[in-house]
Antibody, heavy 121, light 110 residues
Framework: QVQLVESGGGVVQPGRSLRLSCAAS????????MHWVRQAPGKGLEWVAV????????YYADSVKGRFTISRDNSKNTLYLQMNSLRAEDTAVYYC??????????????WGQGTLVTVSS | QSALTQPASVSGSPGQSITISCTGT?????????VSWYQQHPGKAPKLMIY???NRPSGVSNRFSGSKSGNTASLTISGLQAEDEADYYC??????????FGGGTKLTVL
């Protein structure tokens, strides 16, 4: 079955960097677009970024553009989110999610359990 | 990238039906049939309930249904059950090749 396991969260000071990872299994990772979605404490879901199945295209929410970078290593079945210049408002649970169909990068389907990032001095 | 508009809360009694609306623009909800709905229980990851406006993934109860008219999508839950109490989010693909969520709706089963 599809399994997504996020890691790399923790407490980080404002202005610093953090890299999240998402280990995928149970499906052909290299065939699916992958998303990052976050949820601030007590708030709703906010889409962060998407990467095509082959890494050829990447798109970002305006709130993170220029600070966050999504990438993937299909040989390791792993998705990444490099987060730079972190702000207090980036504090959230970060979920990785697989797209709903092969090749597309349109709609999150399967989700991991999330990793908490806390930006605080 | 403005969030889609959902009511903050809805409620219904067991056995009743409720509908949650999701309003966007012609650049997202109205422009594509790539609208989805997610259910999230407290402390849990979201679960896809409806995709492509009205399709149910395998294993999702047929009490859940979706539709769309113009720039507004809707999720209807019939025969409300206690376990349906959760937060619900709509989602749409956009003309910028990004994805946008609604603000979420808290469903209370009375």
């Amino acid at each position: 079955q599809v399994q997504l396991v996020e890691s790399g969260g923790g407490v980080v000071q404002p202005g610093r960097s953090l890299r999240l990872s998402c280990a995928a299994s149970g499906f052909t990772f290299s065939s699916y677009g992958m998303h990052w979605v976050r949820q601030a404490p007590g708030k709703g879901l906010e889409w962060v970024a998407v990467i095509y199945y082959d890494g050829s295209n990447k798109y970002y929410a305006d709130s993170v553009k220029g600070r966050f970078t999504i990438s993937r290593d299909n040989s390791k079945n792993t998705l990444y989110l490099q987060m730079n210049s972190l702000r207090a408002e980036d504090t959230a649970v970060y979920y990785c999610a697989r797209d709903y169909r092969v090749v597309t990068a349109i709609m999150p389907h399967y989700w991991g359990q999330g990793t908490l990032v806390t930006v605080s001095s | 990238q403005s969030a889609l508009t959902q009511p903050a809360s809805v409620s219904g009694s067991p056995g009743q039906s409720i509908t949650i609306s999701c309003t966007g623009t012609s650049s997202d909800v109205g422009g594509y049939n790539y609208v989805s709905w997610y259910q999230q229980h407290p402390g849990k990851a979201p679960k896809l309930m409806i995709y492509e406006v009205s399709n149910r993934p395998s294993g999702v109860s047929n009490r859940f249904s979706g539709s769309k008219s113009g720039n507004t999508a809707s999720l209807t839950i019939s025969g409300l059950q206690a376990e349906d109490e959760a937060d619900y989010y709509c989602n749409s693909y956009t003309s910028s090749s990004t994805v946008v969520f609604g603000g979420g709706t808290k469903l209370t089963v009375l």
